[in-house]
Structure formats: C-alpha cells, structure tokens
C-alpha cells in the first residue's frame, strides 16, 4: 500500500513531539533561574464553532462544532506554551461529498503571547502546529488520505477574570494541513473557554 512514499513523512511525523519538547525544555532555560520559581500550570477547555474554508467548503461541508483540551505552562509574565487535544466536526448535508460525520481531530502544541492588558483583560496571540487527521463514519473517499498530517494553527483572544483563578476566554483560530491526496483541510473556529490557573 505505497508505504514508500508514506515512509518519509511518517518518520517526520514520529519526530515531531520530540522536538516541540525540546524547544519547550530550551525556553525554559533560556527565562533563567527567576523565572523557574514563578512557573505557573493551567487548564483549559473550550467550545465554538467551526467555519469550513478552501476543499472543505467547496466539498459542501457546513459549520460544525469545535471541542478542545489543553494544559499550559507559564513559563514568562507574557509567554505561556500549549499542548492539547481537539476535535473539529463539519455538518454534510445534501450535496456535501465528505460522507457521515466529517472531522478533524488530533493534537496541537506551541506558544501564546500576552501582547496587551487593558485593565484585567489580558489579549495574546498564539501559534502552533497540529498533528490531525481527517475521517468520517463513512469515507467517501474525498477526505484526503485519512493519516494524521502536520499543518499549523494560529489564533487570536482574550483571558477575562471572572473569579479567582478563573477566566473566561473568548477566541478566533485558524488551522490548515493537508490532508493528503491533494485535498487541503483549512477552517476558522469561533469559541470560548475557561482557563482555571492550578497555580
């Protein structure tokens, strides 16, 4: 099952945590001693929306739901790295080509940035890469290749207070791979969280 072709990238692909690992361990070094004794753990988990864009919308897949888990460690006042699970589901109604329920789930890792703090709001910027993939209950043979494939994310949004430890976290993002087989899974997202700071 042309698993020369699928060799290579699947060597990249075992790669891959190892390295956001590394350059995890290599922040933390580089913030110093200080910053070790000020090293805060959050939890967050998240809803929204999910907006089709590029084959997806054009395969007739519709708005779904968006559901995501990450656990983060502050390791700088601004800097926060990221890891978690998500799940990104597309309604396929007539004419939508993607077969029964199609989403794309998997992994994401990589770095917010606070860049504002009007007040109690603190507003960041984050970016990152996923490893998802692709799939429906009935493949109709226009989702891709159906492995996980890395592509990127990128995103907007905001930590509000709203009790000790607690934040409520309005937020866009944006995520694109390809999916294989010259299919592209591009989409926005619309959704908001609570961060729970563990300390």
Excluded at 67 to 84: C, D, I, M, P, S
Excluded at 170 to 199: M, Q, W
Aim: charged fraction near 15%.
């Amino acid at each position: 099952m042309n698993t020369q072709i699928k060799n290579g990238p699947a060597r990249f692909k075992a790669l891959w945590m190892p390295v956001i690992l590394l350059a995890t361990g290599g922040l933390w070094l580089l913030t110093g001693q200080e910053a070790h004794a000020q090293v805060g753990f959050a939890v967050e988990g998240r809803g929204g929306v999910t907006f089709p864009q590029g084959d997806l919308s054009d395969a007739g897949a519709e708005a779904g739901l968006s559901l995501g888990a990450e656990l983060q460690a502050n390791f700088h006042r601004n800097v926060t790295a990221y890891a978690g699970i998500h799940r990104n589901s597309f309604n396929c109604d007539d004419g939508c080509t993607l077969g029964d329920d199609p989403r794309s789930t998997g992994i994401a890792a990589g770095l917010k940035y606070i860049f504002h703090s009007p007040g109690d709001i603190h507003v960041w910027g984050r970016g990152g890469i996923v490893a998802d993939k692709l799939e429906s209950d009935s493949d109709s043979g226009n989702l891709g290749s159906g492995d996980r494939e890395i592509g990127f994310e990128v995103g907007l949004g905001g930590d509000m207070p709203i009790a000790p430890r607690l934040f409520l976290v309005p937020s866009v993002g944006f995520t694109r791979y390809d999916a294989g087989n010259s299919f592209t899974a591009s989409f926005f997202t619309l959704g908001v969280g609570l961060h729970y700071h563990i300390r």
